[in-house]
């Protein structure tokens, strides 16, 4: 890899460059979260059937989800004619008690009342106070329930557990009554979804729309009528459910999983969201998209997840889950994209694992990932999008690596990758973006590379290829980018770039290239925004064709062997937000051209041969107009007469030589 040049915060790098703004691609998003997402109505159901619950001494029911107290009519008129009936025997009697017989009634009446707390307290602990089995023999959807409890959530529930609150409020608080159509998919779906609810502080969220008050489905057919983030289809069974930045707080239950025609769980931006990825999400045969994202989710990837063989569209990016990708990956045969990006995955990629897939996507970018590109990976007939950028993969690129035709875009970036890049690429002739940047990579730029006609960004930077760029990548007509900086390419810029018609940045920064700038790059004048030569070897003089390039925003020629005068056109540029010319060899005074670059905010024009005063027009760039923004302009305002001919500057921000100048 070539040497890090003199300065590195101003040497051929744009302030911003930002690889994933090079590839104006799918986003890979699962089906659009906003159509499960829906504005409930917040008027609640009445029931024509009331359920007891609560204290039954007073009959009320307690406060429903819409803060208005609901009481059982037929036990509250029952209360209203109660009246304190003390013992027959103390009625009775023909004169009062003595003192020592009311202090033993006393005393009886005491122990009795602590027994009684006692007791309550008791069944308060073990779940058991109120419910059916104090008076009577449980009913059907209270057997339903303890059945869904035992099956998922195990045989002993605490009290003030999310499973537990779920529980009581569909026995006793629930305004829609499940006794009148006896359903178990339904019971188990309500169930699953209220422990949601409680488990991640339903009543905390920014909107929860419906929750609780009513049907999940609502209406059947009315779609506003759905728990907001719920989607039903026509038989009132939950297929969607989507939450994206509702504050929940706290960890999906595993009791997920009793939503058994769930079809697309996606829950993504919620910080709160913490512990594992639910087990019960493996119960979910139906399941085609599971997208849990952005979120503050640890572990490792369940096993039991591979059970849901209907998957097509898995994502668990922006974690902080940890552990390898288990061998039975290879059983989700219908999988289409495995989005991983951003975790702290770590083991061997083995490449057989994916098979028996049909893999679109594989995204496992920013991870810990070890192991090699094999040659099984031609396999991967189907995929589309490889994204492995930021792990600790190494060994070549396979010779059969271009057998994948239906690549579109590939991010090998910041591995340890070496070889040669195989000519089989010449096979790619879908290929948009192309990566493969800070990595151990050799040999010469291949010709075959001109034949990716689709190529938007090309990006082999950080790296040690040698020898000539191929005249043939003047062939890429839809190429935008062409980043090659820091490697060790030698010979001259091919005239032929200025064949790329849609040449938007040329980026070959840090390098031996040689020769002048050539003239054909003027015919890219409705394109070009960044031309990026710096540390290389260039010669000769600044060609007044660069001045036709009037939509550059940075140009960077800085570190070479320039020589001449600067050309006065460049005041044409005006669009120019960063020029470095420093440390060649230019000569004369600074044109008050410059003057016109109304937007330029960084000029370097040190270690050069400059002299003269900097005009005060240019000097206003800094200090007199509401709109100045050049905010660094180096020259040599500090060199002593005895080193040359003086340059002065009034409004420079650093003169060089000094300690401030780089």
Not at 456 to 477: A, C, D, H, K, W
Not at 552 to 581: K, Y
Request: glycine letters at 8%.
């Amino acid at each position: 890899m070539a040497p890090a040049p003199k300065s590195p915060d101003r040497v051929g790098r744009p302030p911003s460059f930002d690889e994933a703004d090079s590839y104006d691609g799918p986003d890979h998003e699962e089906e659009s979260a906003s159509q499960y997402e829906f504005a409930s109505v917040t008027s609640s159901i009445t029931r024509d059937t009331k359920v007891q619950y609560g204290n039954e001494e007073d009959g009320t029911l307690g406060d429903v989800e819409g803060g208005v107290p609901v009481y059982d009519d037929a036990e509250t008129e029952a209360d209203k004619d109660k009246s304190y009936a003390a013992p027959e025997t103390a009625l009775h009697r023909p004169a009062p008690p003595k003192v020592g017989s009311k202090r033993k009634v006393l005393m009886g009446i005491t122990v009795l009342l602590v027994a009684l707390i006692v007791t309550v307290v008791s069944l308060f602990l073990t779940g058991n106070l109120g419910s059916s089995t104090d008076n009577g023999p449980k009913g059907p959807v209270e057997i339903e329930l303890d059945r869904i409890m035992t099956d998922i959530s195990g045989t002993t529930i605490a009290v003030g557990t999310p499973q537990k609150m779920a529980y009581d409020f569909i026995l006793r608080r629930d305004p829609v009554s499940l006794d009148s159509y006896m359903d178990e998919a339904k019971i188990q779906q309500r169930y699953g979804l209220v422990t949601l609810f409680y488990a991640t502080g339903g009543d905390t969220w920014t909107d929860n729309s419906g929750w609780l008050s009513r049907d999940e489905c609502g209406t059947i057919g009315v779609f506003d009528q759905f728990w907001m983030g719920v989607s039903c289809n026509e038989l009132g069974r939950v297929r969607a459910v989507a939450f994206d930045n509702n504050n929940l707080v706290g960890s999906v239950p595993d009791e997920i999983g009793a939503i058994s025609d769930l079809e697309n769980l996606i829950i993504k931006n919620e910080p709160g969201l913490v512990g594992s990825i639910p087990w019960g999400v493996g119960e979910l045969q139906s399941l085609r998209q599971l997208g849990m994202y952005n979120n503050s989710l640890t572990g490792a990837i369940p096993l039991a997840l591979y059970s849901a063989t209907n998957l097509e569209y898995l994502n668990f990016q922006d974690n902080a889950l940890t552990g390898p990708v288990a061998p039975k990956i290879q059983e989700l045969t219908k999988l289409e994209k495995l989005i991983l990006f951003n975790n702290k995955l770590e083991g061997t990629i083995h490449s057989h694992r994916f098979s028996g897939t049909n893999l679109i996507l594989l995204g496992l970018s920013h991870n810990r990932f070890t192991g090699t590109i094999a040659p099984a990976f031609s396999s991967l007939s189907s995929l589309e999008y490889l994204y492995v950028d930021n792990n600790k993969m190494w060994g070549p690129i396979p010779a059969n690596f271009g057998e994948l035709t239906n690549l579109k875009s590939v991010n090998l970036n910041n591995n340890e990758f070496n070889g040669e890049l195989p000519t089989s690429i010449s096979l790619m002739e879908n290929m948009v973006y192309f990566s493969i940047a800070n990595n151990n990579m050799n040999g010469a730029i291949p010709a075959e590379l001109g034949k990716l006609r689709k190529l938007v960004t090309v990006n082999l930077s950080g790296n040690r290829f040698s020898e000539s760029i191929p005249s043939q990548v003047g062939r890429l007509n839809d190429l935008k980018n062409f980043y090659a900086f820091s490697n060790t390419l030698t010979g001259t810029i091919p005239s032929e770039v200025g064949n790329m018609k849609s040449l938007e940045v040329l980026f070959l920064s840090s390098n031996q290239l040689s020769g002048n700038v050539p003239p054909s790059i003027s015919t890219v004048s409705e394109t070009l925004t960044g031309l990026y030569l710096s540390a290389n070897q260039l010669i000769g003089s600044l060609p007044e064709d660069l001045c036709l390039l009037t939509q550059l925003t940075a140009l960077f020629l800085d570190e070479n062997e320039i020589s001449g005068e600067i050309p006065t056109c460049l005041g044409d540029l005006v669009e120019l937000r960063q020029l470095f010319l420093f440390n060649n060899k230019l000569e004369g005074t600074i044109p008050v051209e410059i003057s016109s670059l109304s937007k330029l905010e960084s000029l370097g024009l040190e270690e050069n041969e400059l002299v003269g005063e900097v005009h005060s027009d240019v000097c206003a760039l800094t200090t007199s107009r509401e709109s100045a923004s050049l905010a660094n302009f180096w020259t040599d305002c500090g060199r002593s007469l005895e080193a040359g001919p003086e340059l002065t500057c009034e409004c420079c921000t650093v003169c060089c030589p000094s300690d401030d100048c780089m």
